[in-house]
């Protein structure tokens, strides 16, 4: 017993004092013709920081998603993996202002929703949002479109409006 505890704090202790650097999220959202859109999210830091100066710094991350779009007789499941960019502003409080911008791909269980044909099950994923972080926290709104870019037709596409937040580990 004795050697079951020692191991789990030795474990956890190892584990906190290594950053893991990666968040998890939920976001929640609607599209414009209302397929309610949720969204559990993990993300993985670049390890570079672009530009920095004084008053704002350009970084990224890895974003892979799954995706349950809730259509009123056709639901879809999405994955989806993009790299985003952020533009982050330096304040002299806690709170750290961004807008973020990505194009990623998309993987949709099924082509047609009730109210679009989206003509294949490869799409790309763009997006454009702003947020606000907090020590570990994230909160944001987001603006995304699904559509295959013209490969197939019809290409109807998705736009998507989001809330969210994440938390960094």
Do not use: C
């Not at 999220?25 to 672009?50: A, C, M, N, P, W």
């Not at 892979?64 to 879809?76: I, R, V």
């Not at 454009?128 to 926290?137: M, P, Q, S, T, Y």
Request: without cysteine; hydrophobic residues 40%; negative net charge.
């Amino acid at each position: 017993m004795k050697k079951s505890i020692l191991t789990i704090a030795l474990l956890h202790n190892t584990l906190v004092a290594q950053e893991l650097n990666f968040s998890l999220g939920l976001d929640i959202g609607e599209s414009r013709d209302g397929i309610g859109i949720y969204r559990v999210v993990i993300q993985k830091d670049f390890e570079t920081i672009f530009y920095e100066n004084e008053s704002l710094f350009i970084s990224g991350y890895h974003e892979a998603s799954l995706n349950f779009w809730d259509s009123k007789n056709t639901d879809l499941w999405v994955v989806a993996y993009s790299p985003i960019f952020t533009l982050n502003f330096i304040t002299m409080s806690e709170y750290t202002p961004y807008f973020d911008l990505g194009i990623g791909i998309a993987a949709v269980s099924k082509k047609y929703t009730d109210f679009r044909n989206l003509s294949s099950h490869f799409q790309f994923e763009d997006r454009f949002g702003f947020g606000i972080k907090r020590a570990n926290l994230d909160f944001h709104i987001r603006y995304m479109h699904y559509s295959n870019a013209g490969l197939r037709k019809p290409n109807d596409g998705i736009d998507i409006f989001l809330v969210g937040f994440g938390y960094k580990f």
